[in-house]
């Protein structure tokens, strides 16, 4: 039995309740929709402070990725492992993007969105639309989408705007390391691990300014877009929120208990996370302390290193629910028939160019746009419409993004032994303020 030390530091006391982060974060949120109601010009004024908060935390996302990527397959100590790991994600990804879709395309046939608009074509519109949204991101047949993820320099991977690039780097990165002497290795794993502390000891100052970020982001979202939306928008957003928390409670939640793990108190213990993603509608914003947070909850390094980051490109549960909706609300607001084949052939092309966007706050909606240019059978003047509440559904599509990369990553820790239910425990405890020998 082992005694604390004499000099071991004294436990700190708690945190008042205002000065955790969650509630900072919760009490931006809230004064931002209350300014945005109140002064919508001043409201969407506040826009600068929401963007300098994604340009900080934008700062460390790509270089987490990537060294975090590279300890996770040095952890692994050898290719084989790290494909094992690779191959069990990759298979659990499909599999519930698969399903998620199948639900999704068959909700949105029969929920209605877009229906009694009657909006007619319009040339002029549609060529304005085609100029705005067409120049945004050029749709990519599948030889320009497997070249577009290999980065032409080290440096502009690490710069840039794709995940995938920043993902084919690390792990080629990871393997060339792999293939050094043994104390060669061990010298570039401790740099490696001293920057990746380095890193995230710059995502804690960065997060300090979370709820002024919170708060400007939320203000700007309703004081431009105001209380005149239409009702059609209004229920579009209805029933996308509704999906996505029935994709959230019930997909993800028979996937955690088959784990033995609840999910609502899996959402409880992200609850801070969840307001950022809400507030800021772009999951990258929360990717640096769900990889802290998902190894405090029991996954090992090289498991949370190797499937959190490749599920933020591969894994868009979000935008498989995004995806059919929109496509159906632009086919019944203006009246044009979509056989099952054209929706499939609209969201398999979609589900292909859209690897990489679940992390830019948007992206989803600039490939949605771009492909629906080029497709020639929905039209494009009903994008504007689209992006009027783009803020609005953007903050639910990026939680159910990484809340479902969350989960994976729990998922293939457990498949791979490598989760630790007593750690998992002891966090619960901790965070939750549950009894240690608690079920999760």
Not at 271 to 295: D, H, N, V, Y
Request: net charge neutral; aromatic share 10%; proline share 4%.
């Amino acid at each position: 039995m082992e005694f604390p030390s004499a000099n071991a530091a004294p436990p700190q006391p708690p945190k008042p309740f205002y000065a955790r982060l969650g509630f900072q974060i919760t009490a931006g949120i809230v004064l931002g929709i209350a300014l945005g109601f109140i002064d919508p010009h001043l409201g969407a004024s506040m826009k600068v402070l929401g963007d300098i908060f994604l340009r900080l935390i934008k700062t460390v996302v790509a270089p987490l990725v990537f060294l975090n990527l590279v300890l996770g397959i040095l952890a692994a100590g050898d290719l084989k492992k790290v494909g094992k790991i690779g191959f069990k994600a990759l298979i659990y990804f499909e599999v519930v993007s698969t399903i998620v879709l199948a639900i999704s395309m068959v909700l949105a046939n029969y929920s209605g969105v877009g229906v009694g608009l009657n909006l007619q074509p319009d040339a002029a519109a549609h060529a304005a639309a085609t100029a705005s949204y067409g120049k945004a991101a050029a749709p990519q047949g599948f030889d320009a989408f497997l070249l577009s993820m290999v980065p032409d320099s080290f440096v502009g991977a690490l710069t840039g705007h794709s995940l995938l690039q920043v993902v084919v780097l690390a792990i080629a990165f990871g393997a060339a390391v792999l293939m050094l002497t043994a104390r060669t290795r061990e010298t570039v794993e401790g740099a490696f691990t001293t920057m990746s502390d380095c890193f995230f000891k710059l995502t804690d100052l960065v997060m300090r300014f979370a709820p002024i970020g919170a708060f400007g982001a939320i203000a700007y979202a309703i004081g431009a877009s105001g209380m005149q939306a239409l009702i059609s928008l209004g229920y579009l957003l209805l029933v996308m929120y509704a999906m996505l928390a029935f994709v959230v409670i019930v997909v993800f939640g028979v996937i955690l208990r088959c784990f033995g793990m609840n999910i609502f108190h899996f959402l409880r213990y992200f609850k801070a996370e969840i307001g950022i993603l809400f507030a800021t509608g772009s999951s990258e914003s929360a990717f640096p302390r769900m990889m802290e947070k998902l190894q405090a909850l029991g996954c090992s390094k090289q498991t949370v290193s190797l499937v959190l980051p490749t599920g933020y490109a591969f894994n868009l549960d979000g935008t498989s629910v995004y995806l059919p909706l929109c496509v159906m609300f632009l086919a019944n607001a203006y009246g044009v028939p979509l056989t099952w084949e054209h929706q499939l052939g609209l969201l398999l092309i979609m589900l292909v160019t859209s690897k990489g966007a679940a992390t830019v706050s948007g992206g989803t909606f600039i490939v949605f746009a771009a492909t629906v240019t080029a497709s020639g059978i929905l039209p494009v003047e009903g994008l504007p419409l689209l992006f009027g509440i783009n803020r609005f559904t953007s903050q639910a599509v990026c939680i159910c993004n990484a809340m479902g990369n969350s989960v994976a990553t729990v998922v293939v820790a457990k498949l791979n032994g490598d989760f630790d239910e007593g750690l998992a425990k002891a966090e619960y405890h901790r965070a939750l303020g549950r009894p240690v020998n608690a079920s999760l």
